[in-house]
């Protein structure tokens, strides 16, 4: 197979062998194929209808890319069958284009996700008090000092101590206020709970009149379908993808 996997490959084809031309598929993606060949190899396939070798010489392509355009059999393609290299190079751009919207998206989800975690946070700490923070009409005293179950949890209680306390507070005065106003106005966008909320400005935020209400109903959508996220909470994040929307 080492010495013959190419010439049995055509006979295949043109003896109409479908059996022997698995087998040969079959050597060639266990060790054959390489860097080095996969440009001849892949010319050859599609010439013998070999569909699935095509696509595994393809694959290799796109993935090491960089190497196999240094090899000597890039060189004679480019020269013989430029309609050939300009079909692999759209189809590099369009694996790499592809990859960089998979990333970016996975991106969004994960800030989607921190964002759902910290609007449940946000209620958690309004609603029920967390550790040493929460309603002024909750004893804290005796209370365990331990990990929060909800991973935002950390992050919002210096949010909240420092917007409890900030002097200039106005939205755009201070850059951490800012933040907690985002939080509270997409929470009051989230929050069915009417006059029974606990979380502060609620009503206020659902009274004052709408802008860009579009755009913040498909923010309320996507982080309602997000997924909870359970790594390390961002505030800065969070607070950039706020300002996007």
């Not at 209808?49 to 060189?75: H, N, P, Y």
Request: glycine share 4%.
């Amino acid at each position: 197979m080492k010495k013959f996997v190419l010439h049995l490959l055509v006979l295949s084809h043109v003896y109409d062998t479908p059996f022997i031309k698995k087998l040969c598929t079959r050597e060639l993606e266990l060790g054959l194929l390489t860097v080095e060949n996969v440009i001849d190899i892949f010319q050859l396939a599609r010439l013998c209808d070999a569909s699935r070798l095509s696509l595994m010489c393809l694959r290799l392509i796109i993935k090491d890319f960089k190497s196999v355009a240094r090899t000597e059999g890039w060189r004679v393609m480019k020269e013989a069958n430029p309609s050939l290299e300009q079909e692999l190079l759209e189809a590099v751009v369009d694996a790499d284009t592809k990859k960089q919207e998979r990333a970016r998206k996975m991106e969004e989800e994960k800030v989607y996700g921190q964002l759902r975690d910290a609007m449940e946070a946000l209620v958690h700490i309004c609603r029920d008090g967390c550790r040493t923070i929460g309603p002024h009409d909750r004893s804290f005293e005796g209370r365990q000092l331990g990990p929060c179950k909800f991973p935002a949890c950390k992050g919002l209680e210096s949010l909240v101590r420092h917007f409890a306390g900030c002097t200039i507070k106005v939205p755009g005065g201070c850059v951490h206020c800012k933040r907690m106003w985002q939080l509270l106005e997409l929470h009051s966008r989230m929050c069915n709970e009417g006059e029974t909320c606990r979380v502060p400005l609620c009503r206020h935020f659902k009274d004052k009149p709408k802008k860009d209400e579009a755009k913040w109903r498909l923010l309320v959508m996507k982080v309602m379908t997000a997924k909870r996220k359970t790594h390390v909470f961002s505030l800065a994040t969070v607070s950039a993808r706020l300002e996007e929307e």
